[in-house]
């Protein structure tokens, strides 16, 4: 592991900092103090100032030897790794020890690394860390193509002008009690050990779990821009509903059963309207922002509720919701360390025993009462821009595809180009210097100069920065999706609108259009099959036919 020399001596050798030989510099030119004088007065030794001042360097630099790369090659690794980090492809540890050693062989660079992995030394990496702060390793999280390319200033900014207008038209402006988001999310019956303190050079580190996998059940959450939280909702899959399920959660609390699966559906979305949602809304007209799931948008009859109770629909454009939802933003994450915390506590406490749906409300509601606070309420809302109203509040690495104009099933031929490209600005840097050998040759020999030509085109010098795109190329993702399949682009709209409810109810037709015709032809289908054999028994004689009835008889029932 590399390691800071420290002097232990007393000698104060480049004490001096570069704050004082700059100001020492000022005043000897503005002719307030001499060179001794000046150098006296701020520290700095007067050789190494009159040296300093004769060449005007003011840039200290270490005492010991410089890095392998030199500091201007490393400042353009810092900068190629920025670039990755903006386009979402920042790398790790490994790809930015290749990334020196082929730029160190590319550039001829004196170096120590290991040539059998092409790889830089931990040594250096740690090293290199060191010296350029601004640099640190953080892990990644995952973000879809379809996330990717659905924040799109385009579409942020139709659904901000969309709020914009919705606030203004409706005088929601200073009422965030009257601004309400609506979101759901799966938590487990089971306990994540997660990072635990344990004896260095363990290969195996148990921890007891209630299950290999726990069921899941859906909480459904509501709050307002004032930090008023609507008491939750679970979803568990079943028939039968016990009255202990609702032990321990929040007061006015919820638990619905769903035969098919704990997911919300256009039911359950409903019937939470009408017994959470619309007995605790303020008077007046109110915003629910919720996302495009077909829960919350296919129910014809939902719409026309919400419209007779003066609640405005609001559908966030698709695959935006990490950093346009509040929910998303401030609320779920704590919520869910503060749920699997609690089943640990709670597996610790009581060892040998499973969680089941009889703990689960009190868990939730020990998860519940610690994150739903108006901070976190009223800290969602203003990073989302939407209370107070602030566009700008989206941060800009949200938008991975601004400048997006390669498509992501091409970063493959991309690479298979850059490696072609890599292996000849090798052959280049290593013929440099005989090719500069036999030019000047060449001059010696030549006695009149050749006239070249205008259409030829002079090579453009191989730069560090140009090495590095070439080494690791930023794979670009763009908007044309041809390897993915398509689906539907849901942008921000209004579900309440008269226009969106009558093209809802003309789509609901034609679904039970489309779903009558299959059932008549399914019905249909045997009659036309006895129709069939009863021509065809007529030409048979007697026996075939009692023979053939009787298979046919099998057969239709």
Not at 244 to 253: A, H, I, K, N, V
Not at 297 to 314: A, G, K, R, W
Not at 467 to 493: F, T, Y
């Amino acid at each position: 592991m590399p390691t800071r020399y420290k002097r232990t001596g007393t000698c104060s050798r480049a004490s001096w900092t570069e704050q004082h030989l700059s100001k020492a510099i000022k005043a000897v030119n503005e002719n307030r103090l001499g060179v001794n004088e000046a150098a006296r007065a701020f520290g700095v030794p007067a050789t190494t100032f009159r040296r300093r001042k004769s060449k005007n360097n003011t840039r200290k630099g270490p005492l010991g030897p410089s890095s392998t790369l030199g500091d201007d090659v490393e400042a353009k690794i810092v900068k190629h790794i920025i670039k990755l980090q903006k386009n979402g492809f920042a790398p790790t540890r490994t790809d930015v020890r290749a990334m020196a050693f082929k730029l160190a062989e590319q550039l001829g660079i004196k170096y120590r690394f290991n040539k059998e992995s092409g790889l830089a030394g931990f040594p250096w990496l740690q090293l290199f860390m060191q010296r350029n702060p601004t640099l640190s390793v953080r892990k990644a999280e995952g973000v879809s193509i379809n996330r990717a390319l659905g924040m799109n200033r385009k579409y942020v900014d139709g659904y901000f002008k969309l709020l914009e207008q919705i606030i203004t038209e409706n005088s929601l402006i200073g009422k965030p009690g009257h601004i309400f988001n609506m979101d759901e999310t799966g938590l487990q019956l089971n306990n994540k050990p997660g990072h635990v303190i344990a004896k260095k050079g363990s290969k195996n580190i148990a921890g007891i779990s209630s299950g290999e996998k726990g069921e899941t059940i859906t909480v459904i959450s509501c709050c307002n821009a004032q930090g008023v939280f609507i008491p939750p909702t679970c979803v568990m899959k079943g028939k039968n509903k016990k009255p202990e399920f609702e032990d321990g959660m929040p007061p006015g609390s919820l638990v619905y059963m769903s035969q098919k699966s704990a997911y919300v559906n256009s039911e359950i979305f409903f019937q939470w309207l009408r017994d959470q949602f619309v007995p605790r809304k303020p008077i007046g007209v109110v915003l629910l922002l919720l996302d495009g799931h077909a829960s919350h948008c296919s129910n014809v009859e939902m719409l026309e509720y919400c419209v007779e109770h003066d609640i405005i629909l609001l559908c966030l454009p698709s695959h935006t919701t990490q950093f346009l939802q509040p929910l998303d933003r401030s609320f779920f994450k704590s919520l869910k360390l503060n749920y699997y915390s609690a089943c640990n506590l709670y597996i610790k406490n009581n060892p040998g025993r499973k969680l089941t749906r009889l703990q689960f409300g009190q868990l939730l509601g020990d998860a519940w009462n610690k994150s739903a606070t108006v901070n976190n309420a009223a800290s969602a809302f203003r990073a989302t821009g939407i209370v107070p109203f602030n566009p700008l509040a989206i941060p800009d690495y949200a938008f991975l595809t601004e400048h997006a104009n390669v498509d992501i099933h091409e970063t493959e031929v991309q690479n298979e180009a850059a490696m072609e490209v890599q292996n000849e600005a090798a052959m280049e840097v290593q013929n440099e210097a005989a090719m500069e050998e036999q030019n000047e040759v060449g001059m010696e020999e030549q006695h009149e100069p050749r006239a070249e030509s205008p259409n030829k085109k002079t090579p453009e010098k191989c730069t560090p920065g140009k090495m590095l795109d070439n080494i690791s190329p930023v794979p670009v993702v763009s908007a044309s999706m041809n390897s993915v399949r398509r689906r539907g682009k849901h942008l921000a709209e209004i579900l309440t609108e008269s226009q969106t409810i009558v093209e809802k109810k003309n789509k609901a037709t034609k679904r039970t259009q489309r779903e009558r015709k299959k059932t008549e032809t399914v019905t249909k289908q045997p009659k036309v099959i006895k129709i069939k054999i009863q021509k065809t028994l007529k030409i048979m004689t007697k026996p075939l036919q009692m023979m053939i009835r009787d298979r046919c008889h099998c057969v239709t029932h």
